[in-house]
């Protein structure tokens, strides 16, 4: 199983970016996804949360209004639509595949089976 995560670039402070993750390979049964960050010097944290049917998910509270996760799971891909975007946005996104069967919001890397190589995002003021 592979992630490849794409669409990160360079913005400025106000605009927005949509970063996909294309899964490639088999898994088997339901899954979640989710969406951290790393900003430099800083730990990895968790940005969104969907569930496998993308009928729920989860933020954290700094995106909430400005960011909106999605999935195509017929496409095998996920989605992190960003707007409003703040130079505490920067960082190096990444995307994960959470454990099959998970139901809750998981906000902690524990637990995410697969990662993608991450996609830069920057902004500028």
């Known amino acids: 199983v592979q992630l490849q995560a794409s669409g990160g670039g360079l913005v400025q402070t106000g605009g927005s970016l949509r970063l996909s993750c294309a899964l490639s390979?088999?898994?088997?049964?339901?899954?979640?996804a989710g969406w951290f960050r790393q900003a430099p010097g800083k730990e990895r944290e968790f940005v969104a949360w969907i569930s496998w049917t993308g009928d729920r998910s989860d933020y954290t509270d700094s995106v909430k209004g400005r960011f909106t996760i999605s999935r195509d799971n017929a496409k095998k891909t996920v989605y992190l639509e960003m707007t409003s975007l703040k130079p505490e946005d920067a960082a190096v996104y990444y995307c994960?595949?959470?454990?099959?069967?998970?139901?809750?919001?998981?906000?902690?890397?524990?637990?995410?089976?697969?990662w993608g190589q991450g996609t830069q995002v920057t902004v500028s003021s």
């Open positions: 994960a595949v959470d454990s099959p069967g998970t139901y809750y919001p998981r906000r902690a890397r524990v637990g995410y089976n697969y």
């Open positions: 390979g088999r898994i088997f049964g339901s899954y979640a």
